[in-house]
């Protein structure tokens, strides 16, 4: 983690050691820091390389300064740089310290350096001569990076508690706090007016009263399906990236463990895992299954415990070795304070990511030091590839949208049906695929409205809605027809702002994540494969499909399950209506609130099933708005401090 400050006149030595504390409040050590001319600077080194926590109270740092680049430029670096020593090599320079690497590689390309750089990583860069700083995160997955200036001060940290103690307000953004809701997390203004973020993929041009945004890595400008070549090298191709993929993402590990679910994403990547890791190496699988007691029936397509899936998998790969967790115990808010405090923000994933704190508990409790992923799976190797009906349709590929619409066999239609929902109402422009839904009595608001608890005033005081749609963000068809629109869906929202929850989770836990799939190589070649890639025989997902050949059973590769990781929310959540209610009743009375639909969310909790369902119109309300919005009720009362005072 790392903090940075420049103001007029000397830098003040006595606010570098606040910032500082600040930024190891949840590690419980102040982490490192200096002062040079005007300019504070700090460090925290990641999680594994910090002392024993036992010992950090007695801890003292060696004297520290950023690494200097050859042009006088102060630079602080956290994360990874996966080509470092290539980087390096290039740059004829004889150190791997990725902050020294990361600086040269500023001095020489600019504001293309970061298109050399591969990595997992959030940099600042200071030009003391100039007055000014250069920020940036990596172009899929970074640590988060938040800034903001004055007409006379910078500043950036790794969290927005830093920039209070370098004098920010505490000043609730309303506007972000109703987007995190309604799943728009694509602006850059922060959750503390005067505040922003660094997306992934940009740079930031810090100077006193000004900054400059640019986008260096935008996939969503991709040119999409240009590769031809031959289906089997094209697949050798894809195993190949991902095992590279896998390689980078382990490398420095000493233990590393893997979520797998049933699913085609993370069993792909546990084989390519096994194949770089020493032969004599067994790895760790966690695995979530349904907590105690839950009471959902079975539902068609849906694989409600994954627990037997994964077995038979790992039957297969005898240096498996799988771990489950039922997250006994732990619901949307479990340690939520601690998260809160540690994050500074209130992003819509706090409440839905919940499952995960079994995970890093049972990757802590075996040893691990990082958990692996699969999170942009189906952004790259295990894209659904459910376009290609309009596709074909468009493009008049018959043979291929034949096969595809005969092996659609959801729901039983008739092909003339299959062909109308899956091929030509997707397709339709926005205001005929409205009239369409109009004329056949069917609803057409975003189904965002099904998760965010929001009043019809603050969606029109915001434009909430519309901002939403322009971003492509505002989830409406239920199928895409073109594949730059699914790109859009999966891609806009970037990490949907998650780098500060999970920068949380590792501090909490002491264990790092890293997303194997989100590989900058993988995923390029990937968007440059045709769309028969991914629909072809008849079959989605053909190419994650194939990938798994002859590495797990039958039915498992050619299923059409899904994973529900929330079939437990009735079991869960139904001992604790009245505190919900009582909840609900003591945020009514809090201005800062007024955005929230309450007669919605008390009419969600007076019309409770008495039985488990996972049917949209009671689950969404039940297991999905109603938690995200007494998780924002929670984090919004955090930060003016109204709950302490009741």
Known sequence: MLAFFAG????????????????????????????????????????????????????????????????????????????????????????????????????????????????????????????????????????????????????????????EAMGLGRRLNQRKLIDALYFNPTE?????????????????????GHRHTLRYYDPLTFKLGWRTGDPAELIAEVDRLLEEACRVAIAGARQPAQTLSGGLDSTN??????????????????????????????VPFQNLDERGVVEAFAAGHPRLDPHFTDNAGVQFDHKLDQLLLAMGTGQACTSVNFRYHGIFDLAAQQG?????????????????????????????????????????????????????????IPSLPYGLWKLWKALRGEDTAPQN?????????????????????????????????YRHESLTDSMA?????SSDWLQAMEQIYEVRLRDVPAYRPLLEFCLSLPTEMFLREGQIRWLARELARGIMPEEQRLSRLVGTQYADWHALLTPRVAEMREALRVAREDPDLSFLDFEQLEHTLDTWPEQSTLDDEVYFPCAYTLPRALTMIRYVQFMTGRNAAR
Not at 43 to 67: F, Q
Not at 493 to 497: A, F, K, L, V
């Open 449 to 481: 409205l099904d998760i965010a608890g929001l009043t019809e005033a603050s969606l029109t005081d915001h434009a909430v809605i519309e901002r939403a749609r322009k971003a492509g963000v505002s989830y409406e068809r239920d199928q895409y027809g």
């Open 269 to 298: 990547v546990a084989v390519r895992l096994l194949r770089v890791l020493p032969p004599t190496h067994r790895l760790k699988t966690l695995t979530f299954t349904p907590s105690p007691g839950y009471d959902q029936t079975p």
């Open 8 to 163: 007029a006149g000397s830098a003040d030595p006595r606010l570098a050691e606040g910032v500082a504390k600040s930024l190891g409040l949840i590690v419980g050590m102040a982490a490192r820091n200096c002062c040079v001319a005007n300019a504070s600077y700090a460090s925290l080194p990641p999680v594994e390389s910090l002392p024993p926590r036992s010992g950090r109270a007695r801890h003292r740092w060696p004297a520290w300064s950023p690494a200097q680049s050859s042009s006088g430029k102060q630079v602080l670096f956290h994360g990874w740089l996966d080509n470092c020593a290539a980087l390096a090599a290039e740059l004829g320079i004889a150190t791997y310290d990725p902050a020294a690497v990361y600086g040269a590689a500023v001095d020489r390309w600019g504001d293309e350096a970061d298109n050399h750089a591969e990595g997992h990583y959030c940099a600042i860069v200071h030009d003391p001569a100039a007055g000014a700083a250069r920020l940036s995160r990596a172009a899929l997955r970074a640590p988060p990076l938040h800034y903001f200036h004055t007409s006379s001060s910078i500043g950036a940290a790794s969290v927005p508690r830093c920039l």
């Open 368 to 424: 691990c030091d990082r958990v692996l992923t699969c999170d942009m799976g189906e952004q790259t190797f295990s894209a659904l590839g459910d376009w290609g009906y309009g596709e074909f349709l468009r493009r008049g590929k018959w043979m291929r949208l034949t096969e595809a619409l005969r092996a659609d066999t959801f729901g039983q239609r008739s092909m003339l049906r299959r062909l109308l929902s899956r091929a030509l």
């Open 493 to 497: 929202r970037g990490d949907i702002e």
């Open 188 to 208: 850059e203004a922060g959750f503390l007016e005067g505040s922003w973020r660094v997306g992934l993929g940009q740079v930031v041009h810090l100077t006193p």
